[in-house]
């Protein structure tokens, strides 16, 4: 008897391989998806490409910033600019820890918004101030049209554009609202690198008092905005209609307008009084943000917990893999188990193990629910099933037949 890597006692270190892996019985789990999850060449070249023109954009967007506040600050908000950046990027990822998505498509999201989506807000907002300041007369009636007008509309229209191209370009893998706030956030960070570059560059000797603000106290404002486009494409991915998309994208584009501009107008009209408006309003929502996160990692605990019990039921996991599918102490838990007992090659089978098992229960789910595409787009059931018990054996063989 040895123990198993979640606290389990069995009779292998690995609670044991189903006896009735062999066959799925429809009873069991009646949907089914037909073709691969391989890309083919012509897309793999049109992703590199656009992550090659993101990059390029980016660069031009931190350029333009550089040119507007000179080399030596500009140095300085980029160094300072990297502290809420890696904030937010671990935000996301805490977000993101049940099914990451791939790297490639995070790069993509993340450039966008440090380079597209500045380089048009900044054009058009310059445009919208320059203009109204010039049929009023007035510069301060130029800055507050562009901050509590121009700027949400624009922004939130830019950032949510880079979100929108993902999800039509990886539909297929967009499984629900966790993604789509994910793909914004990454989005979200990037706008905020660049646009925090900017702020920090020409901050002078208020430098301190606005990285606290802008650095400290509020990196997740871009984030909190941009979440209700990627959210409300979240639904539209987990809808029977591929043309529900165009509905749900307007109202969460109106959504994050309005947060925007909102949030913009209490801080403008805030004044010296700045710290309440912070502690009784923005404060609050970022709580209640969070606890919506805390919510919706919940729920995606128990769709990966009761989807891989209909598969146990048709003998794919023992009741135990499944316990530990779905608690992320116990993953960790085995993943350490596997390369204490196995080294790092049954630590990285585990690592597979997991991750295409919690991938079967998200496109169950998603079929479950009608998405038609997936009978035509969707991974392929039994070839995924298939690599979860080579997965498991590399884990048993690599741990010496434990």
Known sequence: MSTSPYGVTGTTGWPGTPSTATSLQPAAVPTQWAGGRGRNGAATVVAALGLAL??????AGIAFVMLQVGVGPGLTGTLLALVPLAVVLWGVRWLDRWEPEPRGALVFALLWGAGVAVLVSAVVNDLAAWTVANATGSMDAGVMVAAVVSAPIVEETAKGAGVLALFLARRRYFDGVVDGIVYAGMVAAGFAFT?????FGRAGDALAETFVLRGLATPFAHLLFTACTGAALGLAARSRSRGSVWWLLPIGLLGAMLAHAAWNLTSVLAGGSYLS???????????GVVAIALWLRGKERQVVQHRLTEYAGAGWFAPHEVQMLSSLRLRRAAVDWAGRTGGPVAADAMRSFQQRATTLAFRRQLAVNG?????????DERETLASLTADRSRVLASAGGL
């Open 54 to 59: 993101a990059g390029l954009a980016a660069l």
């Open 195 to 199: 646009e925090n570059i900017l702020y």
């Open 277 to 287: 408006i912070y502690v009784l309003v923005q404060v609050p929502v970022f709580l």
């Open 371 to 379: 998405r038609a595409d997936l009978r035509t787009h969707g991974l």
